[in-house]
């Protein structure tokens, strides 16, 4: 009994030792920059907008900038396998491509600044550089989970994913309390908005990038693998110019198609007689057919010899083809709808939280005290307890357990819209809404790690993380228009049920999973 006690302490104390992994801490770094953008464009942004006087429907249709996270799979390859000049030859592929991705989140961020969304027209120049923000953001993402994955054994993934969110968690404090700090500081507030106030906080922020510049510049490369085939100048040039005219493609379909989608979600109103339904749909067969153009005008440049059939395969068709051949078809497609839902819940909340503390009468500088400073202390906690949690009794049943606890506490959000303006309910409200939160994200991440081939990591880390985002994000473009049509209450209860679901699937591919091995 005391021998296995003394065990069951040291390899406690093992796990608490291995945080101080050089790897490990510097996947703190890593992670602020990476949670740096993110908040930029959700809820500091949005709390911009309403100042300006933007409408609430129109300020969580700006949460689509972001979807870039849920394509960056489409460019992966390019991140994998496109040198850059000069760059990659001085720091190597993994660095060279976080620094550029760095340096246009910057350039994306100070492109907001000087932007100012009270007149009609700079509100469309705002989207574009969120849009930008969201696709350098979503590239920084893409090399920073592969130089994860690459630069330590599986031993260490679990407690780098920990420290990876509360870098993460860091840096979304300093883009949404410290944003909202700076801006308060330098006099705009609700009713007295202040375009020089947003726009010094906003330059601010693109300064703090410089953390993860230093990052970059100072880590080691990690050890390169060597690609199976090796492609010419030539042929990265071409497979670049088939990437920018499928997404050429992408965006005319959305541009052409402005005046059918009109007429299309106006028809589809009288016939469900729901607005909010009819403009789900439309939307959602204008993105599809969007996807469709692009991959046919990638299907023809593959046609007329443009690329190389065999980079396309190497590229984008053998990744996804791996993952299938080590799981088998109907493991593979357990697993991707568990990726592809398991943070719906939060998601979909999450876009419409900070509109809700403002709602119930709570300032900018609580929103920042409580919801951003202490809520980020309570989701670092919870991310080392998920990482030591996972390491200790399985990534799965952490997985669960992160799973129950955030369709749960969604339900203390509809006891804080009923109750209404209260401190000490809020702190409770924060405190388990966080934790559980970074405890399921340390054992998502992780997670998500184990399912990657080294071979193809990229690739498929990226299809993952961008699954993961697609739906939930696409549901939560309407999470405004949602609590408009049956308020905060029924939106939280909504938010909870839709979490359900995924238990089934942690538990099924739990079980598939020890089956397989």
């Given at each position: ?10 390899s ?9 992994h ?5 996947m ?11 908040l ?9 907008l309403?100042?300006a ?6 300020v ?41 991705s760095?340096?246009s ?16 027209q ?13 696709f350098?953001s ?18 260490l ?14 840096g979304?404090?300093?883009?949404g ?12 507030e ?44 030539n ?20 541009y052409f ?13 009288d ?7 009819a403009g ?15 991959a ?22 053998n990744p996804?083809l ?20 398991y ?12 509109l809700f503390?403002?709602?119930?009468g ?7 005290s409580?919801v ?7 989701t ?31 339900l ?17 409200v924060?405190?388990?809404?966080n ?11 992780a ?7 080294v071979?193809?990591?990229?690739m ?14 696409m549901?939560?473009g ?6 408009e ?19 089934l ?11 397989k091995?």
């Amino acid at each position: 009994m005391t021998t296995s006690a003394t065990q069951n302490t040291q390899s406690w104390l093992d796990s608490l030792k291995a945080f101080k992994h050089p790897r490990v801490v510097t996947m703190l770094f890593l992670g602020f920059s990476a949670g740096l953008p993110i908040l930029l464009i959700f809820s500091s942004l949005g709390l911009w907008l309403r100042e300006a006087g933007v409408s609430k429907s129109s300020v969580t249709f700006f949460s689509w900038a972001a979807l870039g996270y849920s394509f960056k799979f489409v460019w992966a390859p390019l991140v994998d396998k496109l040198p850059i000049p000069f760059l990659t030859n001085t720091l190597g592929r993994r660095r060279s491509w976080m620094l550029l991705s760095q340096i246009s989140i910057m350039i994306a961020i100070l492109w907001m600044a000087s932007t100012d969304p009270t007149n009609p027209q700079s509100l469309t120049i705002m989207a574009l550089a969120a849009v930008l923000l969201g696709f350098s953001s979503a590239t920084q993402d893409i090399v920073i989970d592969a130089y994860r994955i690459e630069s330590a054994n599986v031993d260490l993934q679990t407690l780098m994913s920990s420290t990876y969110i509360a870098g993460y968690r860091i840096g979304m404090l300093v883009a949404g309390a410290g944003a909202l700090y700076l801006a308060s500081y330098f006099g705009t507030e609700k009713g007295n908005y202040n375009y020089q106030a947003w726009q010094y906080s906003y330059s601010i922020m693109a300064a703090v990038m410089l953390v993860g510049i230093a990052t970059t510049l100072i880590i080691k490369e990690p050890i390169a693998r060597a690609d199976t085939i090796s492609y010419s100048g030539n042929d990265y040039l071409r497979i670049l110019v088939l990437f920018v005219i499928c997404v050429l493609g992408f965006i005319a379909v959305f541009y052409f198609s402005s005046s059918a989608v009109k007429a299309s979600k106006t028809y589809l109103t009288d016939v469900f007689a729901n607005k909010q339904i009819a403009g789900f749909i439309v939307e959602l067969c204008r993105l599809a057919t969007a996807i469709s153009a692009a991959a046919l005008l990638a299907y023809a440049q593959v046609k007329l010899g443009v690329v190389r059939k065999e980079m396309v395969m190497d590229t984008y068709i053998n990744p996804v083809l791996d993952f299938f051949k080590r799981y088998g078809l109907k493991l593979a497609i357990l697993i991707l709808a568990l990726i592809g839902f398991y943070r719906v819940s939060d998601i979909v909340m999450g876009i419409v939280a900070n509109l809700f503390y403002q709602d119930l009468g709570y300032s900018k500088n609580q929103i920042a005290s409580v919801v951003k400073t202490f809520g980020l202390f309570m989701t670092i906690a919870g991310g080392f307890l998920g990482g030591i949690l996972s390491v200790r009794y399985g990534v799965m049943k952490i997985l669960f357990l992160g799973a129950l606890l955030s369709a749960a506490t969604n339900l203390l959000f509809m006891l804080l819209a009923q109750i209404g303006y209260n401190v000490p309910m809020l702190y409770l409200v924060i405190s388990a809404d966080n934790l559980s939160a970074g405890l399921a994200s340390a054992a998502f991440v992780a997670f998500l790690s184990s399912l990657t081939n080294v071979k193809f990591t990229a690739m498929q880390y990226a299809l993952f993380s961008s699954l993961m985002v697609f739906f939930p994000k696409m549901l939560g473009g309407y999470s405004g228009t949602m609590v408009e049509s049956i308020g905060y209450s029924k939106f939280f209860v909504m938010t909870a049920l839709i979490g359900l679901p995924v238990l089934l699937l942690v538990y099924l591919a739990g079980k598939k999973l020890e089956l397989k091995d």
